[in-house]
């Protein structure tokens, strides 16, 4: 990742920060909300569902952006000053931002919503037979806990005594709201569970690997594309396209947000087919329900000889 960007915008960000008065303290009564920031979409779906109305939230990475490259829009960050809680997901973004965002801001608290939850090591779900470790050695955690039902479960428990603990006056409702969403919760991983029950083929290429938690809870494999954050040397890529005859790998998701080219051209050579997966869209259950079909109607497809 280049940061060199990141430092130009540091000033920007200081301006902005000064201009709206940094250090006071978010009112919900002012408009009968509680102010609130999250990093990703998926997470204004989560919050919005135990909050409902007495809620209102800031989303800092907008849908069809990349949360590892993101820079907020000044527009954002005003209304991140006038937010009461920070909901975290511990994804690249806030290691570049969050701490400048919040350091002058005192009266934001932030929650990480992954707190807790024991984090897939990228190579964990990475079935190259090569090094999984970046350039300078270090095993990277994988952030996207929000692709599975069951994960989501514990965040949104830890949204709900947030918001319980800002706002007691309203316990009562958002722990309510947290019950029906639990509830929702549980019926999803059921139904796509039962998706994936009966398809023999379980393998799929990823470019981005961001459906580990996904793979991990359906007994599917996920193979990504990537390398430590870079596309595959020519070695690696003919590696990973014997694999992908050898297994009869037939579906390869892609994300919008990332180029869809070298993607494109593997499922070509493997005869496989795209399917487009985006681990940051808004509508959050009917996503990984579209995801969970396509991908299943592609494993059940029938071998060529």
Avoid at 141 to 161: E, G, Y
Wanted: proline residues 7%; charged residues 25%; glycine residues 6%.
């Amino acid at each position: 990742m280049n940061f060199g960007s990141h430092v130009i915008f540091v000033p920007v960000v200081a301006a902005v920060m000064t201009a709206v008065g940094c250090s006071r303290a978010p009112d919900p009564s002012e408009s009968g909300k509680i102010p609130v920031t999250v990093s990703i979409v998926p997470q204004k779906y989560f919050v919005e569902r135990i909050g409902g109305d007495q809620v209102v939230v800031n989303v800092m990475v907008e849908a069809g952006a990349s949360p590892a490259i993101y820079e907020p829009k000044p527009s954002q960050i005003r209304a991140l000053s006038g937010s009461a809680i920070y909901f975290a997901a511990g994804v690249p973004f806030e290691s570049v931002w969050l701490g400048r965002l919040t350091r002058d801001l005192h009266s934001l608290r932030v929650v990480n919503t992954s707190e807790g939850i024991e984090k897939l090591k990228m190579s964990a779900h990475d079935h190259h037979d090569h090094g999984h470790e970046h350039a300078h050695g270090e095993e990277t955690l994988d952030p996207h806990t929000w692709l599975s039902p069951r994960l989501v479960k514990a965040q949104a428990k830890t949204i709900c005594a947030a918001l319980c603990e800002f706002d007691p006056a309203h316990s009562r409702i958002f722990r309510e709201n947290l019950d029906s969403f639990l509830g929702e919760l549980d019926a999803l991983h059921v139904e796509l569970q039962a998706l994936f029950d009966d398809v023999e083929s379980r393998s799929f290429l990823v470019f981005h690997p961001s459906w580990g938690y996904f793979a991990r809870d359906y007994g599917l494999r996920m193979h990504p594309v990537e390398v430590g954050g870079q596309e595959p040397s020519a070695a690696e890529l003919r590696v990973l396209l014997n694999r992908s005859r050898e297994e009869k790998i037939r579906a390869v998701l892609v994300q919008p947000e990332f180029s869809q080219r070298s993607a494109e051209i593997i499922a070509k050579e493997i005869g496989a087919e795209i399917i487009e997966a985006s681990p940051l869209s808004e509508s959050w259950p009917e996503n990984l329900r579209r995801v969970a079909g396509e991908l299943r109607r592609v494993l059940q497809e029938p071998s060529e000889p």
